[in-house]
């Protein structure tokens, strides 16, 4: 089985969602959202809502001395939005001082 969950995305914006219950993950390219749903279910033990994703595709670019054009690769993220209640500590970076 491949791995789904690539990476939380911790940004200021998804770290605003997390406080309502909206986490963001970089996932594998080619996954649907029922994997995408299932595999955050199973990691953190949590209830799923709702999925949204989005393909953040950037334009080519040329590089090397002949200047050929090159395509950097696509990148998927998921959202998810948990049930009421419930949380991913992953995403907790409250201090303990």
Known sequence: MQQILVR???TEKSMRAAGVGV?????T???????IKAAVEDAFKVKVVRVSVVTRVLPTRRTGSRRLK???PAKKFASVKLAKGQSIALFDLKESN
């Not at 986490?23 to 996932?27: D, I, K, L, Q, S």
């Not at 390219?29 to 994997?35: D, G, L």
Request: charged share 15%; hydrophobic share 45%; glycine share 0%.
């Open 70 to 72: 090159v395509a950097a």
């Open 29 to 35: 390219p080619h996954v649907t959202k029922s994997a």
């Open 23 to 27: 986490y963001t993950f970089e996932v």
């Open 8 to 10: 939380p995305k911790i």
